[in-house]
Each structure stands twice: as structure tokens, then as C-alpha cells.
């Protein structure tokens, strides 16, 4: 268990965030990371990567700091939105926290407004900011009675504390003590602000909730989704709309860095970016229930960043479309509960994933059927994607888990590639663009017969890891989700099956591969990994495709129950620890999430499958 000096489980933060930048706020009242100004900013707050030495801001009770035992506060987002409320109950009142960051905000922020609900509760504050990562002490300058200016080495900001309450200033801190009294009203902000000397004036706290209560509602409100469990679904809707960086229309994988994938591991990476595989999957997500124009945002933004760094593109880039990710470790961080080392940057920016190329195409091509007036620009790209592909396709690649080992004919890649072809052929025979329409017929026909040849286990009836092998990998489930077979085909069933039984645990939790024994070291990695989410949604998905509807729900219902109180799902989960592990929350996890959920519910309303990622299966000869 973590210690009192350290952060939390993962599983007791809460997400709060404006769409540029996020905070993650633990259930005692401790904000222990926190990126101003954006996801991708160097961390303010960092205790989650460390110790209280690293940065965090907590406001609570302030007899949680002397009380044996204080009841656990009970905590919930307001409605459908990303506003995070929590109750506190003392012996002597009641006190409701509100706190979130501010959309739109010309000033990016943190705001905590405290609610007399009975009796009245002193309360403490103590906000220890410590910028690069936990790194540096800043210089604080108190410019009155309730302003400080905190100075940052990046980006030529500051950081200006707003307290309506009296606080004093002990070396990097700003420490108060102070009573909310029942239907009193006070605020406490952090704030910041690029090249000023005083505090800029700012709307009122309880004119920038409203402003931030109305944000969300009015994103929710496009939501078209009317299936079951509509709240579930839009509470994992609005996890993706809170990892939106909404400049730019860019999609991070995770607002978090380091949260290890094995406790005292070195599995430790930074997800603050943009894949374009998480972006293409999480905007399919995103456009199925309503959200075209974030969709067309996010390919616009993928677009601009591919050009600007001509010939073959990354698999990721920065938020704003740079592609200079280069990986470090920040030594000073002693990790998550000791898991070292703490990367920024992400080193697999420059690695060969084909099937990348795959999971772009497809989501074009349904993005394209949806938005008929933007299909001829987007059949561009298909058809670009198309013919960059056509020279790397053979080629062996680091694959879907961009792996540090060796690479690999891995099979889902080379559906991936298949997929491409597909997506491509029918936008040029849909008239939505020109290309050399024979040739790629042909070679999507080559692409499939050589993955039912090489890639497939005729005596075990599953496809495999990759070409010769006889491993598994739960990837493969979504290569078939792609319709490269048809659901009824048996290779289709044999591989879920397989899938379930080899990679699998009661209720559906699936290993992406494994890691021990004579497969130790496929990934090129020391050490052992928990469950991977996204990959029991896929399960779950593919059950309702082949017509299981009612053990792709048991599936599901299990995924579900392993959210935290307020609906967050990290990228893994340990079965025998019982608890959330990875970066966090994770786009993947909840677009797995909304995707079974669709399928399930296409499935059940008419009786077999009828939400399709792809249009039908084409070149399926073999």
C-alpha cells in the first residue's frame, strides 16, 4: 500500500480538466498532478510520481490532519459533466468542495470552491507547487493581501494564487487555515498566465462554474446515443471529451506519465500525446455517438501534423502537431511507488506500426459515410495512406504494442494493412477518389491469402501472434472486427475462443500476450504486466458480433465493475491486487467501453449484429 508521504492507488483520483490540460485529485482532497497549460506541460504538482515533496495541493478538514480516523468523504462529477463535488461530514458541520479546471478560460486554472452546507468545518489548504516535474523550488512573490505570483521556468508563465481566505508563505509553500460556515462561500484558484507582473482581473468563481457546469451539458446534449445504460456510456463519453486538447482537435492517449503497468517495473511510459491508432479509435467512438465535428477536428489536426514532417509519418505526435518526441528519464522522480524509471517523451514515436495505418483508414472511411459533403477530402487521405502503405506492408513492424524487442510479421498488423487496401479500394469504387483501383484490389487479395496462410493455426483453428508462431495475442480480436472474415466464418470463432481460453480469466479479463516462461522477452521487456482493458472490450465486442450477446453483457458488466466510484478506468487491471494499474484514465479503456456497449445493444435490439466498424467484408477469398 502507498504511504501516507506518497500518492494514492490510482484507482481513488478523480480526472478534472478544461481540454487542455488536466489534474488529478485524490479522494482525501490531495491534487497530486497537475500540467498547466497543457497535457504535455512540464507537471506543477507531481506527487503521484514521487512523494509530497514533488508538488500537491490539498484542501480538506483540517482535523484530517490530527483525527485518528475521519470519515471518507463521499465524492461524484455534478450531472454529466467533468465538475468533481465532494462531501465532507465532521462533528462539527459539512462542507462541499467543488472543484475543476475552467474550458475556454483565457487563463487555464484550477478553482476549489467551498460550500457552508451545515454547522461550520475549519478547513486547511496547502499548496506546495514544485514546476519541472517536482524539480525546482519556485520563487513566490506576494503581490497582496490574496494574490501570490509563482515563477516558471517554462513557457515565460507565471502561476498567480487567487485566496479569499488569510494564508501565509513558508518557502515554496502557501499554507491556510480558516472556517466555512454554513451558506459561506469561498474560493481558492490557481491560475496561469503568460507574461504579466500583476494578477489579471477574472469573472467571479461561482461565474466560471456556471460557465464550466454549461460547457459540459452542452456537450453532452449532442449525444445521440439512446441504447442501454445511456449514463455509463456518456460518463466514458465524457473521460474521451475530457483527454480532447481542444485547440488543435488532437486526442491524448492518457493526461498522465509513468503510472507503471507492474509495481516496481520499468513498463513506466508517456501517454500525454497523440497516437493516431488511440486517436482513430477513440474519434470511431466519438462519431457513433454524435460527435462528427470532433471528429473532422481531430482529422484535420492529423492531417496538418503528418505534413509537417514529410515522408513516412510517426505514429504519434505532440498535441500541436510536433513531432520531435524524444524520450527521457527525469531522475529526481523516484516514480510511482517506486516504479522507475519516469519517462517524458516517448521513444516509439519513430518505430514501424503498420497497422496504424489501418486503424486511420477505417475510421476515415466511416467518418467519410457519416459526413457524405466531407467524403472527397477524406478519400484523399485514404488514398494517400494507401499507397505509403503499398511499400511497408511486407515489411516486419514493432506492431499494435510497439513492442522494444525485435520486430515481426505480427498478424494484426498485416490485417491492419489488409484493411487499409479495403478502405481504399471502396472509396475509389464509391467515386470518392481516383487510384489505381486493380492493382490494390489485387494486392488486398495478396494481403489476405498470405495472412490465412502464414498467420493462421489450421490444428488449433486460431490465428496467431505473428507469422509462424504459436502464440496468442489478444490484438486479434480487433483485426476481426475489421471484416476481414465474416462473423460466422469458423476461423473467426476458433480465434475468439482461443483468445478467451489461453489469454483469458473467469469474467473475461485478457493479457494482451504473455510475458513468462518461453514467452518471456517477445516484447523485448523485463517483467510481467497486469490485464489489458481495451482488450476485454474487444472481447466483449466480438462475442456480440459472432451473436453471444448475453456473455459479451457478462463481459462488459465485469469491465464496468472494476471503474472507480466516479466512473474512471485506468489501462490496466491486476486481478490478484485487486486494483487499477497504468496510465490513467485511459482513452483506450473507455472507448473499448462505448464500442461493446454499441455492439451489445445493436445486437440485442435486432437480434444480431448490426454495428459495423467497416462496411462488408471484401476480398475474404481464402
Not at 457546469?213 to 441504447?227: E, I, K, P, Q, S
Request: aromatic letters at 8%; glycine letters at 10%.
Amino acid at each position: 500500500m502507498p504511504g501516507e508521504d506518497g500518492p494514492g492507488l490510482i484507482e481513488d483520483y478523480a480526472l478534472i480538466g478544461d481540454q487542455r490540460g488536466s489534474a488529478l485529485v485524490r479522494r482525501d482532497g490531495s491534487i497530486d498532478w497537475l500540467c498547466l497549460r497543457r497535457f504535455d506541460s512540464d507537471a506543477v504538482l507531481a506527487r503521484l510520481l514521487g512523494t509530497s515533496e514533488h508538488g500537491f495541493w490539498q484542501l480538506a478538514p483540517a482535523q484530517l490532519a490530527s483525527a485518528s480516523s475521519v470519515p471518507v468523504p463521499v465524492r461524484q462529477y455534478v450531472g454529466d459533466t467533468m465538475v468533481l463535488e465532494t462531501e465532507w461530514v465532521t462533528e462539527t458541520g459539512t462542507v462541499l468542495v467543488t472543484d475543476f479546471m475552467v474550458p475556454g478560460s483565457e487563463a487555464p486554472q484550477v478553482v476549489r470552491i467551498m460550500t457552508g452546507v451545515r454547522g461550520e468545518v475549519a478547513m486547511r489548504t496547502l499548496l506546495r507547487t514544485r514546476p519541472g516535474y517536482g524539480g525546482d523550488v519556485p520563487r513566490l512573490d506576494r503581490a497582496d493581501e490574496r494574490h501570490v505570483a509563482i515563477d516558471l521556468d517554462e513557457d515565460g508563465g507565471r502561476l498567480w494564487v487567487d485566496a479569499a481566505v488569510p494564508f501565509q508563505t513558508n518557502g515554496g509553500d502557501i499554507h491556510a487555515t480558516f472556517v466555512v460556515s454554513e451558506g459561506e462561500t469561498v474560493a481558492l484558484t490557481l491560475a496561469w498566465w503568460e507574461g504579466i507582473d500583476t494578477p489579471a482581473p477574472q469573472p467571479a468563481p461561482d461565474a466560471l462554474l456556471k460557465h464550466t457546469l454549461d460547457h459540459w451539458n452542452a456537450w453532452v446534449a449532442r449525444c445521440t446515443y439512446v441504447g442501454p445504460d445511456r449514463e455509463d456510456v456518456v460518463r466514458s463519453l465524457l473521460a474521451l471529451a475530457a483527454l480532447i486538447y481542444a485547440p488543435t482537435g488532437a486526442i491524448v492517449a492518457a493526461p498522465t506519465t509513468s503510472l507503471p503497468e507492474e509495481i516496481g517495473g520499468i513498463r513506466n511510459w508517456d501517454y500525454r500525446y497523440s497516437w493516431l491508432r488511440d486517436g482513430a479509435l477513440a474519434v470511431a467512438a466519438l462519431a457513433r455517438c454524435g460527435y462528427l465535428p470532433e471528429a473532422l477536428a481531430w482529422i484535420d489536426w492529423m492531417v496538418r501534423s503528418c505534413a509537417s514532417a514529410p515522408g513516412r509519418r510517426q505514429i504519434m505526435y505532440r498535441i500541436d502537431g510536433e513531432a520531435d518526441l524524444r524520450e527521457q528519464v527525469l531522475p529526481h522522480l523516484p516514480g510511482y511507488e517506486g516504479s522507475a524509471p519516469v519517462r517524458i517523451g516517448n521513444g516509439a514515436a519513430s518505430q514501424l506500426q503498420i497497422d496504424v495505418y489501418g486503424e486511420v483508414a477505417d475510421t476515415l472511411h466511416e467518418v467519410a459515410l457519416a459526413v457524405p459533403d466531407a467524403a472527397p477530402g477524406i478519400a484523399v487521405v485514404i488514398v494517400e495512406l494507401a499507397t505509403e502503405l503499398e511499400t511497408l506492408w511486407h515489411e516486419p513492424d514493432m506492431g499494435v504494442w510497439e513492442i522494444r524487442g525485435p520486430r515481426r510479421p505480427f498478424t494484426h498488423s498485416k490485417v491492419m494493412a489488409w484493411a487499409t487496401l479495403d478502405r481504399a479500394v471502396q472509396a475509389i469504387e464509391r467515386r470518392w477518389a481516383t487510384g489505381p483501383l486493380e492493382r490494390w484490389r489485387a494486392l488486398r487479395e495478396t494481403i489476405h491469402g498470405e495472412v490465412c496462410e502464414k498467420g493462421y493455426d489450421s490444428e488449433r483453428n486460431t490465428f496467431v501472434q505473428y507469422y509462424g508462431a504459436r502464440e496468442l495475442d489478444a490484438s486479434l480480436l480487433h483485426a476481426l472486427l475489421t471484416g476481414f472474415l465474416p462473423a460466422d466464418d469458423k476461423r473467426v470463432i476458433g480465434t475468439i475462443e482461443a483468445v478467451q481460453r489461453e489469454l483469458g480469466t473467469d469474467g473475461g479479463l485478457l493479457l494482451r500476450y504473455r510475458t513468462e516462461g518461453e514467452c518471456a522477452g517477445v516484447d523485448g521487456l523485463p517483467g510481467d504486466e497486469a490485464h489489458f482493458l481495451i482488450c476485454t472490450g474487444w472481447l466483449a465486442e466480438c462475442l456480440a458480433l459472432i451473436g453471444r450477446a448475453d456473455e459479451a453483457q457478462a463481459v462488459l458488466d465485469h469491465l464496468l465493475s472494476l471503474r472507480n466510484d466516479v466512473g474512471l478506468l485506468a489501462e490496466e487491471y491486476a486481478p490478484r491486487a485487486r486494483r487499477q494499474l497504468g496510465n490513467y484514465p485511459q482513452a483506450f479503456s473507455h472507448l473499448a467501453h462505448i464500442r461493446a456497449a454499441l455492439e451489445i445493444g445493436s445486437a440485442t435490439a435486432d437480434g444480431e449484429h448490426a454495428v459495423v466498424l467497416a462496411a462488408e467484408p471484401a476480398g475474404t477469398a481464402s
